[in-house]
């Protein structure tokens, strides 16, 4: 049978990014709202 | 309960009708794979962080947009996004090189501090006064000439118009000063160096 060369301990260990980030995100994505006129795109964000 | 099962391209399409809480759906089904994959190319914790949130930026922007073409690839466009700020991020490191400082690399391994500690400093200040006061067992005139040039920085021809004697009188006084002072430093076994 083939040899696994790779550690399973590094493989299988779960990368998260930190609570923060994802926060940030689901309130920049809450916030932030987009219209198209014409040929320009506005980027509103409200606080 | 339900949501946990549906597939990526509803929650995209309910992300886009409006639903907020479909792209806290797809952030946490797809976290781990998209972190793991920048850290894998990064190797920094902050630095991943920066941009798996750029990457997710990117994704909520092109999603309002509503430019965002759903072939049931939700999760291999965003991985493509994320590559493409890691490529990014290399070429920017690239032009400005950044080191951050980690146990193997200290940035003090490149700068070092020529000035003298403590012990330097005290050794430095007992050397200067043993030297002043082994002047003061020198013949007046010897020791004169010698304060001219070493401590006033005169040159010969200055010390030999201010002392009123030839250059070469005060070369010679130069001379004997220095031989007188080795010899008391030798005959008391002094020694004078840091």
Sequence with gaps: MAKL????????????????????????????????VGKSTFEIIAN | MANLVLPDAVLVKNYISGD???????????????????????????????????????????????SYNEEGKFLPWVMRIAHNLVVDHFRKAKKMPFQRETEEYSIFNYMTDNSLNIEGQIITAQVESDLAKLLEELPADQKEVLVMRMYQDLSFKEIADLTGVSINTALGRMRYALLNLRKIIEKNQIILTN
């Design chain 2, 20 to 66: 907020e809480s479909a792209l806290a759906l797809l952030i946490n089904r797809h976290q781990s794979k998209i972190y793991g994959f920048i850290y894998s190319k990064i190797g920094d914790r902050d630095l991943s962080d920066d941009i798996f949130q750029d990457t997710f930026i990117k994704v909520i922007k092109t999603l309002k947009t509503s």
């Design chain 1, 5 to 36: 060369y790779s550690k399973k301990k590094l493989a299988t260990q779960k990368m998260l990014p930190k609570k923060e980030t994802i926060s940030f995100l689901l309130n920049y994505s809450k916030a932030l709202s987009i219209h198209k």
